[in-house]
């Protein structure tokens, strides 16, 4: 299927073809390689988080990934910390959450096409009585793709924290109707929360201080239970890699 050109006015298209699209895994996998060469995390699980998250890969069980949001980079030293973790199995069958103006440059979309990336048509860009549908499409296919066996990776505060690095942004409902509607379609999820210190200021270029939090499985049963159990999982992972520092 031919790309479409990643519009609001064209949704249906968009995730039409991102319902199905694959990326080349060999690809993929010496991207995420060459990404974590780069920009090199530093790594830390909770008490039996590795253990529990290999595990949870080996027998199949839908993820999602949260982490938390800083800088433009994040998306980059998400992927490395995938190559360094047992969360690599799961690479060329990871979804990535990304705002829809990284897909408007033919040349970056094909790099985040090749991350696995689904466009998101973000209300803070384009108002929210007009995402409205889209993000309900949006969240149907995230939940597909969880069910037919992807991991996804969303940064739930859908923007860059420019407060206090320490502290998360509100998070969005969006994560906890994705979990609801993969259940409903027999994929309940585990999740898995990341977080991600550069320091006081995160714009000094500084490699990344990360801690993965313990898998959670059995999420609560509505979309805003999952919210807050989001939030405060995620917290939970921010303290611990800005502590690491």
């Known amino acids: 299927m031919t790309r479409p050109e990643v519009t609001l006015d064209n949704y ?9 699209h694959q990326q080349n895994r060999v690809l993929a996998k010496a991207a995420y390689a060459t990404l974590s060469a780069r920009f090199r995390p530093q790594v830390r699980y909770a008490d039996g988080a590795r253990e529990r998250l290999r595990g ?5 069980t839908p993820l999602i990934v949260v982490a938390n949001h800083l800088t433009e980079r994040d998306q980059y030293t998400l992927a490395a910390t995938a190559w360094q973790t047992p969360l690599r199995r799961a690479i060329g069958r990871t979804r990535v959450l990304a705002k829809d103006e990284l ?3 033919p040349g970056l979309r ?26 309900r499409r949006m969240m149907e296919i995230s939940a597909e793709r969880l069910a037919r066996g992807d991991v996804l990776a969303i940064f739930p505060e859908g923007t860059c924290n420019e407060g ?13 109707h994705i979990a609801v509607k993969a259940g409903k379609l027999g994929a309940p999820p585990a999740l898995v929360s990341i977080g991600i210190s550069y320091g006081p200021n995160p714009d000094t270029g500084r490699s990344a201080e990360v801690y993965v939090g313990a898998p959670v499985v059995d999420l609560p049963t509505t979309p ?5 159990l989001v939030a405060e999982n995620l917290q ?9 520092r």
């Open 12 to 20: 249906e298209d968009v995730y039409r073809f991102y319902r199905d």
């Open 224 to 228: 805003m239970d999952i919210r807050r």
């Open 236 to 244: 939970i992972a921010v303290d611990g890699a800005v502590a690491a």
């Open 110 to 135: 094909r790099r985040v096409d090749l991350m696995g990336s689904i466009p998101v048509f973000r209300s803070k860009n384009h108002g929210l009585r007009a995402v409205a549908d889209a993000g």
């Open 164 to 176: 206090d690095p320490t502290r998360l942004q509100q998070i969005n409902s969006g994560v906890g």
């Open 103 to 105: 897909f408007a440059e």
């Open 56 to 60: 949870l890969l080996a027998s199949g």
